[in-house]
């Protein structure tokens, strides 16, 4: 499928055994040097993975990726499989109930590992809406139970559930341009932020096509109404780019990342190579 682009480089780059020495393990040209960082910001967290119990174009199981996860060096990871209106491969002709239980596997099985290995682990999902796409926080399990209408609801409603629930949604990589992507749609007034640093777009961009074009744009887009910004990988296997965001304390919920968010609390993010403060300023 078109959905699965980016894969299809990582499983093309993986063949062709084009990674170095330091990125036997992860797939990376380097492990950047964050020591100084880390120090000051020492918890740090994917903010947006895909399993494959849930997501189609996912190589990697939950227990997988949290196994890696924490080999890596985060403190916490958010599950955020595709969901109904995107690229899952969960079987659509369940009953909801049956539905959101296959769905939540990946996450559970992350979870379950988390729980033994000291990873924290918190449950989120992506929402697709012909290919333009919600990062959700702060919402679980239940919640989506008690919701189905969330299979056919707009862009609109959604905000409004997610908001009645206490969550937030941040745009995800908003202007991302892939065959799978009809076209760029902006929602200022159905998100609360964007995810300005999306580490798929650095790890495979080139000569031929600047992807982080794309980050660029969406940061600029942040700032211009205002929005919270997030970083993540985007990550589908165990081949890990090491994006996402630091923070000073531990979180203790997604509900705890949400009010970080919304509160304006200090972080910083990273597409895995290099360090942005939370407006999206590289740090030099």
């Known amino acids: 499928m078109a959905y699965n682009l980016i894969l299809f480089q990582i499983v093309r780059q993986e063949k062709a055994g084009e990674r170095c020495p330091l990125g036997k393990r992860f797939g990376m040209e380097i492990r950047m040097d964050n020591t100084a960082i880390r120090e000051r910001y020492p918890y740090f967290y994917e ?59 990946g996450y559970e099985h992350a979870k379950a590992e988390g729980d033994q290995i000291g990873l924290d682990v918190f449950f989120g999902y992506e929402a697709g809406y012909n290919a333009t796409e919600f990062l959700l926080y702060g919402i679980d399990k239940a919640w989506m139970k008690a919701h189905p209408e969330l299979r056919s609801i707009s862009v609109e409603e959604q905000y409004g559930l997610v908001h009645e629930a206490g969550g937030l949604v941040m745009h995800a990589h908003p202007y991302r341009e892939e065959a ?19 580490a798929a777009h650095h790890w495979y961009s080139g000569t031929l096509r ?46 705890d990342y949400v009010q970080a968010v919304l509160g304006g609390e200090d972080y910083v993010l990273t597409d895995g190579k290099v360090w942005y403060d939370k407006k999206g300023n590289l740090i030099k």
């Open 210 to 255: 600047d992807k982080t074009v794309f980050d660029k744009r969406a940061v600029a887009y942040a700032r211009a109404h205002g929005f919270p910004l997030s970083a993540g990988s985007d990550i589908h296997s165990t081949n890990l780019f090491g994006g996402g965001m630091a923070f000073r304390r531990r979180l203790r919920s997604a509900a």
């Open 47 to 105: 903010t947006h993975l895909h399993t494959s119990e849930s997501s189609a174009c996912a190589r990697s199981t939950g227990a997988e990726m949290a196994r890696a996860c924490k080999e890596y060096g985060y403190t916490g990871i958010f599950v955020t499989d595709h969901n109904w209106g995107g690229n899952t491969c969960v079987d659509r002709s369940l009953p909801w109930d049956a539905w959101v239980d296959r769905f939540c596997l």
């Open 180 to 198: 799978y992507i009809p076209e760029v749609r902006l929602m200022p007034d159905w998100v609360d932020g964007v995810e300005g640093i999306n």
